[in-house]
């Protein structure tokens, strides 16, 4: 572990967070992304990490390039975006997001002491918080996972303006697909179809038998996981899990739909993510060298921190609703994202 952290300070990628996913996740991509299989063992998940840097990424990297840099361009600034939106220049807009967007929903990290969740986890004792999302640890001990499966269950918390942007997005025919790293399951309840979706963590709107690998409805585990109890399949009596993907776990398949979907995008939107986990954080770099990449976050994060940014990216920093609301009073949207919101509300109190 402590080899994947020293490994990842001297990498521009500034992450390795999530040990495991890291090198399960860059063995995967470059196992798919290269048309060969690069197996490597665990505890090569630094080397793996670090070939975000390496020859043979760079190449891929130039292979999505192809057609940007080179001559002056003019500087690209959030109204120029929404212009280019509102003239149908760009129409194919991948969203790529994290738990930044979910914060203004009250979604707390279980990961910072005082919040709730937190402290709710400290009874069971675990190692480290990590080890909630750690399949060998889960398989002795499913019960911490699912008290947080309880707090994030789908119903507990609303979705925001981001939610409903991406989610309007889609209404006007400008949305490609979102990729998103949250488990919390908003961008569904905002309305946003799951085919529009790419959850590269994973859902609890679907869960599998750990033992018969039989497929279950997040619903007829609400019960149970409301209740505290472990739920347990009726045809084998083993723990049924939503599927979440954990550290040690295969991506969704379609996560591999990022290898269609970003040589198409015309704009990218990055928003509330700090780009520190793989290899979500290089999907920022299979863009075009020519497409315009909207940072809308708290920091400048990923490439848009370092010398690799490029001249047709724009950050706009500070908190992610005021940026998206500010993107979207560009649009001028700003009505029509308030009517959809209250319609939501609406409809979900005469549930
Ligand atoms: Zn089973």
Known sequence: MASAVSSSLMSPVRFCLHRSLCSRASRTVSANCFGERILCPAQGAAALCRQTNSPRWDGARGLFSRGGGGAAVEQQTLESIAKSIREQRYKRVV????????????????????????????????????????????????????????ELYPGNYRPNVTHYFVRLLHEKGLLLRMYTQNIDGLERLAGIPPKMLVEAHGTFATATCTVCR????GEELRSDVM?????????????????????????????????????????????????????????????????????????????????????????????????????????????????????????????
């Open 95 to 150: 969203v790529m997001a994290g738990a930044g967007i979910s914060t203004p929903s009250g979604i707390p990290d279980f990961r910072s002491p005082g919040s709730g969740l937190y402290d709710n986890l400290q009874q069971y004792n675990l190692p480290y918080a990590e080890a909630i999302f750690e399949i060998n640890f889960f398989h002795r001990n499913p019960e911490p996972f699912f008290a947080l499966a309880k």
């Open 214 to 217: 039989r497929t279950y409805e």
């Open 227 to 351: 209740k505290g109890t472990v739920p347990k399949c009726p045809t084998c009596t083993g723990v049924v899990k939503p599927d979440i993907v954990f550290f040690g776990e295969e991506l969704p398949q379609n996560f591999f739909k990022y290898l269609t979907d970003f040589p198409l995008a015309d704009l990218l939107i990055i928003m509330g993510t700090s780009l520190e986990v793989e290899p979500f954080a290089s999907l920022s770099g299979a863009v075009r060298g020519s497409v315009p990449r909207l940072l809308i976050n708290r920091d400048l994060v990923g490439p848009f921190a370092w010398s690799s940014s490029r001249p047709h990216d724009v950050a706009q920093l500070g908190d992610v609703v005021s940026g998206v609301e500010a993107l979207a009073d560009a649009l001028g949207w700003t009505q029509e994202l308030k009517a959809l919101m209250e319609n939501a509300s609406t409809t979900k109190s005469e549930e």
